[in-house]
C-alpha cells in the first residue's frame, strides 16, 4: 500500500508536469528501495546482531529512524498533493453539464479512499476534500438562483419600465439559499415560492435542482450544515 502511494505521488507530480520523464523513474525506483529497506530492516538488523558488531547495529537502528522519517515526510507530502488535486477538482469545468456535480464528487470519493490507504487521519482527509464539497454545493444552489431569476414573471397591469421587481424577488431568494442549514434552506425556499412569490416564481422552475440538492444532502453525499456565505462569490476562485 505504501509503495502504491508514493507511485501516485509520483505520478501526479508527473502529471502536474513538477518532475519530468526522468525525474519519475528516479522517484519510482526510490520509492521501491524505501519499502524494500523498510520491509527487511529487522531481517538486516538481525544479521548484525548475530555478528556481535554493536556499532553496525545502532547505525542500522539509526537508518531505521532516518527512513521512517522520510515516510512521515512522504505521507504528508500525499497530503498536500491530494489538496492541490482537491482544489483543481473544484476550480475546472463547472456549469458544463448536469453530471459535473456528480463527477466532482465520485472524485472526492477517490480521493478519501486514496487518503485512508495512505493512513492520513480521517479529521485530516475531511479537510482536505472540503473545497470540492463546497463547490459542489455552491455550484447547485447558483443554479437554482439562475432559474429563478430566468423563471420570474411580470404581473398582468405591471410596467416593465419600473424599478426591476425581478432583482428585489431575487435576493429573497439568495438570502434563503445562503442558510447555513441547507436542508430548513431549501424547505424556506419551496414554501417562499409555493407562497409569498407563487405568482412570481413558480417552484418548479426550480424543483429539479432543489430536489437533486435535498438528495444529495438526506443521502450524506454533501453536508448538511455549511459555514453561512455570500452567494455572489465563489467559495474557490
Known amino acids: 500500500m505504501l509503495f502504491v502511494g508514493l507511485v501516485l505521488i509520483c ?12 525525474a519519475f523513474a528516479l522517484c519510482i525506483v526510490a520509492s521501491a528501495a524505501a519499502v524494500i529497506l523498510l520491509a527487511n530492516t529487522d531481517r538486516l538488523e538481525q544479521l548484525l546482531f548475530k555478528q556481535g558488531d554493536n556499532e553496525l547495529r545502532v547505525g542500522l537502528q539509526q ?7 522520510r515516510v512521515e515526510a512522504l505521507r504528508r507530502i500525499a497530503e ?3 489538496s492541490m488535486v482537491a482544489e483543481g477538482v473544484a476550480r475546472e469545468n ?7 456535480v456528480e463527477q ?18 480521517s479529521q485530516s482527509s475531511a479537510a482536505i476534500v472540503r473545497p470540492i464539497e463546497l463547490m459542489a454545493d455552491w455550484d447547485l444552489r447558483t443554479r437554482i438562483l439562475v432559474d429563478a431569476r ?11 419600465n419600473q424599478p426591476p421587481q425581478r432583482d428585489v424577488d431575487a435576493a429573497k431568494v439568495k438570502r434563503v439559499l445562503e442558510t447555513p442549514d441547507r436542508l430548513a434552506a431549501l424547505q424556506e425556499l419551496e414554501r417562499l415560492l409555493r407562497g409569498d412569490l407563487l405568482n412570481r416564481i413558480p417552484f418548479e422552475a426550480v424543483e429539479t435542482h432543489v430536489v ?6 438526506e443521502s450524506g453525499r454533501l453536508p448538511k450544515m455549511v459555514p453561512a456565505d455570500d452567494m455572489s462569490t465563489a467559495p474557490i476562485r
Open 11 to 22: 505520478a501526479s507530480l508527473l502529471y502536474n508536469r513538477t518532475i519530468n520523464g526522468p
Open 63 to 69: 537508518l531505521e529512524r532516518n527512513v521512517y522519517a
Open 80 to 82: 498536500g498533493v491530494a
Open 94 to 100: 463547472r456549469f458544463t453539464g448536469e453530471d459535473e
Open 104 to 121: 466532482m464528487l465520485r472524485r472526492r470519493d477517490d480521493l478519501v479512499r486514496f487518503l485512508s490507504g495512505d493512513d492520513v487521519a
Open 150 to 160: 430566468a423563471a420570474w414573471k411580470l404581473l398582468p397591469g405591471e410596467n416593465p
Open 212 to 217: 437533486r440538492l435535498r438528495g444529495l444532502i
